[in-house]
């Protein structure tokens, strides 16, 4: 019985890789190939009358008629790719380089990577940032979500779970210019306020020291053991856990690049983000890397991450 190890980012793979770094909004749909626009079409009943359905639609692409998923809201503003990617034209090349292009399904998701030009470091370890932009063509209320992704370059652990509901906001956007220079300025501040947080949650938990308790107690509430008399049916599942504990305690925690940080909330922060990330109970999980994606931290809240950091503000009151 082993655990799947995957190192890399979850986006690795996913998504079309550019030949050459596109310097434009329009270079980088057509590379990858997501210049697609979207509609929506009221459902109607198959009887004779052919009523509508309340607010429910369909969102469909217009270059294929294809399908994207249903939506019930009364309210529709679509945001079309282009829109999207007009965004952040000011900042291509100057702020940002695109790194990839991807959507997920048939294109209910569609999403560009970036990293900031300039790179920084946290207690001397070096961080890569990324910011993620995604148009979800089922929830069209006119706007995109974007995600402040930095990256602990020596074990690619994505951090966006320690800066919180920074990382992660939705901005209007349009075809008008003016309007779109102001969305970049502000995408541009909260990737230097990402920088400061991160640097303060750093200080922070280098100054609260970890007990054999406070570890204990982490374990037994992430990865609790089912409590039945010897010889009963929970014993294959305890077994599983003993070998999640292991691990974690030998894999994460003794990992030799938080060697430095040992005996402080930040060596175990950091083991907990690599377990969440990197670690996979079956290869289909591992290397789904469109699922991977989807549930990517920061878009998708970690239900172990969120326990541990409610718990660990128990621990350190």
């Given at each position: 019985m082993s655990m799947v190890y995957v190192k890399d980012l979850p986006w690795s793979g996913v998504g079309a890789k550019f030949d050459k770094t596109p310097t434009t909004s329009?270079?980088?749909?057509?590379?990858?190939?997501?210049?697609?626009?979207?509609a929506s079409t009221?459902?109607?009943?198959?009887h004779h009358t052919h009523e509508d359905i309340g607010n429910y639609h369909v969102m469909y692409r217009e270059d294929t008629n294809e399908p994207i998923g249903v939506i019930n809201q009364q309210k529709i503003k679509i945001t079309q790719n282009e829109n999207m990617f007009r965004a952040v034209e000011s900042l291509i090349g100057i702020d940002l380089v695109?790194?990839?292009a991807?959507?997920?399904?048939?294109?209910?998701?569609?999403?560009?990577?970036?990293?900031?030009n300039e790179g920084y470091k946290v207690e001397g370890d070096d961080i890569d940032h990324y910011v993620v932009i995604m148009n979800d063509h089922l929830k069209p209320d006119g706007?995109?979500?974007?995600?402040?992704?930095?990256?602990?370059?020596?074990?690619?652990?994505?951090?966006?779970?320690?800066?919180?509901?920074i990382s992660k906001y939705r901005v209007s956007c349009s075809d008008n210019m003016v309007e779109n220079q102001s969305i970049a300025a502000f995408i541009r501040d909260r990737v230097l306020n990402t920088q400061i947080v991160l640097e303060r949650n750093a200080e922070?938990?280098?100054?609260?020291?970890l007990t054999k308790e406070h570890v204990e107690k982490i374990l037994d509430d992430l990865f609790p053991y089912l409590k039945a008399d010897v010889g009963s049916s929970h014993d294959r599942a305890n077994e599983t856990t003993s070998m999640i504990r292991e691990t974690f305690l030998t894999k994460c925690m003794n990992a030799d690049d938080l060697q430095n940080f040992k005996g402080t909330f930040y060596q175990l922060e950091n083991a907990l983000?690599?377990?969440?990330?990197?670690?996979?109970?079956?290869?289909e999980k591992g290397i789904d890397l469109e699922r991977r994606l989807a549930e990517m931290p920061g878009l998708v809240s970690n239900y172990q991450m969120s326990k541990y950091f409610k718990l660990q503000r128990q621990l350190v009151a």
């Open positions: 329009k270079e980088i749909i057509d590379g990858g190939k997501i210049g697609f626009r979207s009221p459902m109607y009943t198959q695109p790194t990839s991807a959507m997920v399904g048939r294109g209910s998701k569609v999403f560009g990577f970036f990293k900031t706007k995109i979500t974007v995600l402040n992704y930095p990256v602990r370059l020596v074990c690619t652990n994505g951090l966006t779970e320690i800066v919180g509901r922070n938990k280098l100054k609260q020291k983000l690599d377990f969440s990330q990197h670690y996979f109970m079956s290869n």
